[in-house]
């Protein structure tokens, strides 16, 4: 499975890390790349994936790459089963509420959303591998 985010501080790449991990954990294999590294077209041909990203602008993904790499995947996410997580500081998710709206008008099975604030913690981790039996199930 793919897992693939855009980080600006390492919070998220951290949660990308641990959602590998416990997808890992429950014996799938798994491939945890930057958006920069990857081609929106590398997903198409994949039924279940994850998406990670930070809360940026006012409530946004992040315009310069993973904004337009989800505007590419929302092309073709239709009946694919994707996983949202990324983390935030000072607002209450509505990035992440915006994001998962926007998949499911895709057509998308949205998985499961975990968000983090700051620095993922234990709680966090638990989440991820809840996200992670969900992507797997
Ligand atoms: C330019 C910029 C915009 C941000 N906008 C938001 C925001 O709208 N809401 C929020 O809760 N946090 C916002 N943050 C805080 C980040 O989401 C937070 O620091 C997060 O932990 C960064 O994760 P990352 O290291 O994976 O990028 C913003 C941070 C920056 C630098």
Known sequence: ???VYWSS??????M???LGGEIEKLGGSVEVKEVSAVSPSELENE???ALGCSAMGDEELDEG??????????KFASGKKIGLFGSYDWGDGEWMRKWEARMKEAGADVAGTVIANNEPGDEDQENLAV????LLS
């Open 131 to 134: 996200l992670a039996k969900a």
């Open 16 to 18: 990308a890390q641990m």
């Open 1 to 3: 499975m793919k897992v």
């Open 9 to 14: 501080t390492g919070n998220t790449e951290r």
């Open 65 to 74: 790459e993973m904004e337009p790499f989800v505007q590419e995947v929302e």
């Open 47 to 49: 039924t279940v994936f």
